[in-house]
């Protein structure tokens, strides 16, 4: 699935905000320190400040970050200007004194404007979302930042906290990647799942990543694959086996599972807890396989690692065979029954 298709299911600012979030490129964590800032002011009404304020929270969020795990890939190297290398430097006093130091402000106000500004709308393929979320004006000492009546609806509406915990999923599974000694992992090996807690873990330290609905739910437009309806926060919300577990159980009895693992990733999909609960053991209906398959594509639109682990899933689809689609995975599992 292409940044078109994606967009075309539900041709909105939603769609293009997770477009840009959830499935550009990513070397460095700019982008999501970017868009919390947004998210952060757009909820607090802000239509327009000076760059030099904007660069406060901004370069806040990346000093927080970075406390705990690496903000750009390992194989970069930072000179001793690059925003990064700053930061390194100045985290501490930031974190101590609870706001960024001028120096970090500074630099956060220097590199913004040529970094991730010009680069936030872009996706691979040199094509952009289709709407925008903030503009640049003016220069040198005086640029204001002023967001766009995109943001400014999206982070005051229903949306707005869902948004900002998918912000935050994806943040932290890019940070998993850049980690020394597990990025290779994870795009060699992809993610497991820890049912019991809902998160994503990664196999080599089998450490929670981040929430599995968090993770996935901006993949289904933040929909429920049953229903279909929107899936907010104050929703009760529970992952269903789309193709129910239970089946791995039911023809062990008779000979053993010959399909894939119905436990993985491909296979969970938020929904509303009275959804899941209604569907029970119940075998998913076609327009919830045609959900599936389309959030499947997405997510392997997307970069390492969910991509991955999505990959080698449609590899295994049944014992010595590859699927090439996930439409073809679900009629092969669907065959398999």
Known sequence: MNAHAFYAQ????RASWRLAVLMGANSRTYKFALAQTLLELAGEGQRSLRLA?????????????????????????????????VAAQESAATLTAGRPTERLVAAAARSIPTMVMQKFHNLRGDTTVPHTFYHVTGSGQERVVRLA?????????????????????????????????????LIEEGVSV????????????????????????GFQHGRCLICND?????????????????????????DAWQGPDLDALWNLAPTHATCNLAKSDRLPTPAELARLVARNEAIMASPHPLRRTLYLSLNGVLPGRRAPS??????????AL
């Not at 539900?10 to 600012?13: E, I, L, Q, V």
């Not at 439409?327 to 669907?334: C, H, I, K, L, M």
């Open 10 to 13: 539900d041709a909105s600012a």
């Open 53 to 85: 304020e904007f660069a406060v929270p901004y370069s806040l969020h990346i000093a927080r970050r970075m406390a705990t795990s690496p903000q750009a890939s390992q194989t970069i190297r930072l000179s001793e200007s690059d925003f990064l290398a």
């Open 149 to 185: 009546p995109e943001i400014l609806s999206l982070a005051r509406s229903e949306h707005g906290a869902a948004l900002a915990g998918e912000l935050d999923a994806r943040w932290s599974i890019v940070e998993t990647s850049f980690a020394a000694g597990v990025g290779r992992s």
């Open 194 to 217: 820890d049912w019991n807690a809902l998160k994503i873990v990664d196999k080599q330290r089998r450490r929670s990543v981040t929430g599995l609905i968090e993770a996935v739910i």
């Open 230 to 254: 929107l899936l907010t926060r104050a929703d009760p919300a529970a992952v269903d086996h789309v193709f129910p577990f239970s089946l791995m159980h039911r023809y062990a009895s008779v």
């Open 326 to 335: 996930w439409a073809a995975f679900v009629q092969s599992v669907r065959t």
